[in-house]
């Protein structure tokens, strides 16, 4: 009886759990990347001029970090600034932004994206290997124990005007400068 237990529960999981299990590990991947996300704006400094209104966070794309970003957002301030998140379709709706997160599947086109918000005082961030190099500011990216980690590229940062407190230093995987 325990044998046939044990081989029925080895049988449902297989079928039901992996699915279900991919997706809970999915949705903690886009909270920690919201989370992330949300923290390292803390250790960026805007010009003043960019600090009235709401502090403006958008994503390129229906992606499922944005619940994730208005969970955040209806509970959290950059600084005093309420938070504010947009979601562009294309990229030819980019308007001004704080930050912009472009997912993986949108990493293709970071040139044409790098060149939209070119005059704009934007924290580029991407979860591509390779965006860094591109154009973004921040990375994630998952090391080879599961975690999410981020690299840096201050060069990219402070060419948009946007400064950087050296605390991060500690908390990236790699900085680029």
Known sequence: MKKFFLIASILIF????????QT????????A???YL???CKYMQWPTEALHGNFIIGVLSNDPIISELKKIASTRKYVSQPIEIKVFNSI???TKTHVLFVPNRKTEQIDLIVNKI???????VSNKKGAISLGAGINFILSTDGKLKFE???GNILNKGIKVNSTIDKLAIKIYS
């Open 14 to 21: 297989s079928l039901f759990g992996k699915s279900k299990a």
């Open 24 to 31: 809970y590990e999915a949705t903690d991947l886009y909270e």
């Open 33 to 35: 990347q919201a989370v």
């Open 38 to 40: 949300y923290s390292i």
């Open 92 to 94: 030819s709706e980019l």
């Open 118 to 124: 070119n005059k704009n005082q934007t924290l580029l």
């Open 152 to 154: 840096i590229n201050k």
